[in-house]
């Protein structure tokens, strides 16, 4: 069977190269290819709603009155392979979060957590435009920062993160469950991993092996029948010996 199977590989060298080639070579380029991907994640907290039902109850914040009152926290990361640096920045499309209504209003934001100093994140609310713009020197891979913003809307549809990377990808919206605290890490890296192996992974054996045992079949049939009993065209391999 060895013999065999030496013969046959020095036979379809030629073959056995191009399908490795064919499937190396997006391998290879998947492997080599860096990309800004910034991406974000959000959860709010509805703190109090509706207190226009109650009229003798007026909430104040900061002298400003407020008939729903929230928290939302903000996960921006890179979760690409290349740094996404200050410059990269669009200046008609900065990094921001805002509101998606009109009638909603941010009261407060702050910086909770970063997992790289070096970044120098800050935040600069511009209460006239209702944004809170998100600056910093760079984010390297899985570099990333938590910020709380509060704010009167009741849901997690109520305000986003915009912006524009020049040559990186457009901001990817993730899915956050429950609390995001100082422990926010855990979960940039586990969306952050490098899934881009796994199609290839299956992809291999799936393309490989059906293409090895048909070539083998159509040289060798009475061999490969011996180890192998099934069925290949209008007779199976058992009729066939």
Known sequence: ???????????????????????????????????????YGKTTFNLISDLNEYENLNLLYNDESVEDFSVT?????????????????????????????????????????????????????????NWIHINFEFV?????????????????????????????KKITKLSLSGDVDHQFLKFVNKIATNKRIAPFVIWLPLVAFPTAVLMTYRKYPNDICGVLPIKIGRASCRERV
């Open 140 to 168: 390297n891979k899985k570099n990333g920062v938590v910020i709380e913003v509060v704010h009167n809307g009741k849901t997690n549809k109520d305000i986003e993160l915009v912006g524009q990377v020049i040559g990186g």
């Open 73 to 129: 926290k903000i996960v921006f990361w890179n979760k690409g392979r290349a740094p996404i640096r200050r410059g990269d920045i669009a200046e008609a499309e900065p990094i921001k979060i805002q509101l998606t209504k009109d009638n909603i209003r941010i009261l407060e934001a702050k910086i909770i957590s970063t997992n790289n100093s070096a970044n120098q994140f800050t935040i600069e609310h511009d209460i006239e435009s």
């Open 1 to 39: 069977m060895i013999d065999f199977l030496i013969e046959w590989t020095i036979e379809n060298a030629g073959i056995l190269s191009l399908v490795v080639a064919i499937i190396g070579n997006p391998l290879a380029y998947s492997f080599g290819k860096k990309d800004k991907e910034p991406a």
